[in-house]
């Protein structure tokens, strides 16, 4: 997948994410990155759980999916390491 596709999968996800799970976005470039780790996380999860090696691959639903649960997942985590309280 190019660095374009990762980009705009990551920005897609990462918007849904931060929009989800509410509490404030990141901005754009905070939502691309919470995106493209969240397709690493979510491409980790898919090939080991559901046994979907290519999970992330390019620009269509799946790939936003997959990327948005893995963002989700690294939003939770964020916030049980930070600390932060309602």
Do not use: C, E, H, K
């Not at 992330?56 to 600390?83: C, D, H, Q």
Request: hydrophobic letters at 60%; a positive charge; proline letters at 1%.
């Amino acid at each position: 997948m190019g660095i374009l596709a990762w980009i705009v999968v990551g920005l897609i996800a990462g918007w849904l994410a931060s929009q989800v799970m509410r509490g404030g976005s990141y901005g754009v470039i905070g939502d691309i990155i919470l995106g493209v780790v969240g397709a690493v996380i979510g491409g980790f999860l898919a090939a080991n759980l559901l046994n979907m090696p290519d999970a992330v691959n390019g620009i269509n639903v799946t790939s936003i999916f997959v990327a948005f649960v893995g963002a989700v997942i690294l939003i939770a985590i964020l916030r049980m390491v930070s600390g932060r309280r309602r």
